[in-house]
């Protein structure tokens, strides 16, 4: 709990965390990481993507390893918990059995990925679809707010973009992926539960929405004769709310709105905004889209405003593997836990990784189902016991 209070301190905002992809406060978050994984022993290095990397060997040097971990970037005036939790629980299961001279036939690699939340530039999990071999070159262009492009914040962070091959593991070097991450929801508290087992991952569809009015004087064009981006975004932000609640397992969401020129007395010329549309259920969430998009179009159209519509980034739905899901079951049962199984709402690493091996999630309860918010905490029994279950799921893991 020391390490997650110490690692909140590395934010890019004071008074708050933000610790966005490749930022300063990025890079002493890791190297602190870092320092803590070389005195438990571990090889440490940080790949160029970022990504930190602890191993521990095996029994049999160059082994494939059991990766253990979760994302250390966070949202704009995050908790504390998203992601940090997974590293952290990694690595004091690791600690521990360096500490009893544990080794396994398998070596246990603790990564840090530094891009899950994806606010910094329009795209995410940047870093784990790297790992997994998925890396798009195409983002390496794609900029932040300020116009820094990807390649050159990496450069900036001290990676060399030409080394991004090397980045990906091969099927032989990796077992499977355990990440262990606070449940972001309600069910686990609800159902008085420490913890839970994620069965599969929602997946998400990130659009962003241009609308082009004409900027002018708020004294002096009369209403009818506006053509006001911001009162036409209101009018579609409203639309995708209507149409998320009319439908079952879709969730909808406006996390980011920029009006332009943004004076008070001038009538919005541009408005961008993003929409975040997720479900189990993939070709639900595309028509779910589609209705969206066309119901834009329209309130465009009658307000005769220009619209631009781009899809951002898109994840499909993941299930976690049987058997891990199975293995961490059986690991919550053996330390007296009764055992639930639910779907994560939001988004993970695990979703990218699940494309090299098979991937599990523990979900540790978290107070009020809050996240995404500087109220997000855990109880130190719970951190406790998702370490425990860790443990006892390595001690019991047989590689396939
Ligand atoms: O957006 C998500 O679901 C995750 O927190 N990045
Ligand atoms: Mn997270
Ligand atoms: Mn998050």
Not at 41 to 53: E, K
Not at 70 to 76: A, E, G, K, N, Y
Not at 170 to 192: D, K
Not at 206 to 224: C, K, N, S
Request: a negative charge; aromatic letters at 4%; charged letters at 20%.
């Amino acid at each position: 709990m020391e390490r997650l209070d110490a690692l909140a301190r590395h934010s890019d905002e004071p008074g708050k965390l933000t610790r966005l992809y490749l930022s300063a406060a990025h890079k002493t978050a890791a190297e602190e990481l870092a320092g803590w994984m070389r005195e438990a022993g571990l090889t440490v290095s940080i790949d160029a993507l970022g990504t930190v990397v602890g191993r521990y060997e095996s029994a049999i040097p160059g082994a494939p390893a059991l990766l253990f971990g979760s994302h250390i970037d966070t949202v704009r005036d995050a908790g504390r918990y998203d992601g940090a939790l997974g590293v952290i629980a990694g690595l004091v299961a690791v600690e521990e059995l360096a500490k009893r001279h544990e080794k396994f036939p398998f070596a246990i690699e603790v990564v840090a990925f530094g891009d899950e939340e994806g606010v910094r530039f329009p795209t995410t999990l940047t870093s784990s679809r790297a790992l997994a071999g998925n890396f798009d070159p195409a983002v390496l262009d794609a900029c932040d707010a300020e116009g820094v492009s990807l390649r050159k914040a990496l450069i900036a962070f001290g990676c060399d973009p030409a080394a991004i091959a090397s980045v990906a593991k091969s099927r032989e070097q990796v077992l499977a992926y355990v990440e262990v991450h606070i449940e972001q929801g309600p069910v686990l508290e609800s159902s008085n539960l420490p913890v839970g087992v994620v069965t599969a991952i929602n997946g998400v569809r990130r659009l962003t929405v241009a609308v082009t009015g004409e900027a002018g004087h708020a004294g002096t064009v009369p209403m009818r004769l506006r053509r006001d981006a911001l009162a036409a975004a209101a009018e579609m932000v409203l639309a995708v709310e209507r149409i998320a609640n009319s439908l079952s397992n879709i969730m909808a969401t406006i996390g980011r709105m920029e009006v332009f020129p943004c004076a008070v007395n001038v009538i919005p010329g541009s408005v961008q905004f993003t929409i975040d549309v997720r479900s189990p259920d993939d070709m639900h969430r595309d028509a779910a889209t589609e209705e969206i998009t066309r119901s834009i179009r329209k309130i465009a159209a009658d307000r005769r405003v220009e619209l631009s519509i781009s899809t951002t980034h898109e994840a499909p739905a993941t299930a976690c593997s049987p058997v891990m899901i199975d293995a961490l079951s059986r690991a919550i049962k053996n330390l007296g836990y009764a055992t639930r199984l639910l779907p994560s709402g939001a988004g993970h690493d695990a979703m990218a990784i699940a494309k090299l091996c098979p991937v599990g999630m523990l979900f540790v309860r978290c107070a009020g189902g809050i996240s995404h918010n500087p109220k997000e905490a855990i109880s130190l029994q719970d951190a406790d016991i998702c370490v425990r279950i860790l443990l006892e799921f390595l001690c019991n893991f047989k590689p396939a």
